[in-house]
């Protein structure tokens, strides 16, 4: 079972800087995409950037030019850098990956255990 394990949320200013980390126990190469989601409280969980194996990362709209992913396969770990926040960006932020584990495309789904993030105006 591949654990992930989320760092570096916090409470920052509008205007500020975070990155979050997502540390894998095993390598990170062998999932298919890696991911970042947040939650807000009564709202569905959305995708905030996704990268695939391919090399392409996709962003939500919301981020933009604002965020950016990043993973370092040697240390097991990808990053989500979040400049320029908003207080639209708070919520519980969690790092997704997901394993492609047959023909057919089923796959499996790794979550961290989520990290709050909250900007203050």
């Known amino acids: 079972q591949v654990q992930l394990v989320e760092s570096g949320g916090g409470l920052v200013q509008a205007g500020g800087s975070l990155r979050l980390s997502c540390a894998a126990s095993?390598?990170?190469?062998?999932?298919?995409?890696m991911a970042w989601y947040r939650q807000v409280p009564g709202k569905q969980r959305e995708m905030v950037a996704t990268?695939?194996?391919?090399?392409?990362?996709y962003y939500a709209d919301s981020v933009k030019g604002r965020f950016t992913f990043s993973r370092d396969n040697d240390k097991n770990t990808f990053y989500l850098q979040m400049n320029s926040l908003k207080p639209d960006d708070t919520a519980v932020y969690y790092c997704?990956?997901?394993?492609?584990?047959?023909?057919?495309?089923?796959?499996?789904?790794?979550w961290g255990q989520g990290t709050q993030v909250t900007v203050s105006s």
């Open positions: 990268f695939t194996s391919g090399g392409a990362t």
């Open positions: 997704n990956a997901k394993r492609v584990v047959n023909v057919e495309g089923a796959a499996v789904d790794f």
């Open positions: 095993r390598s990170i190469s062998r999932f298919d995409t």
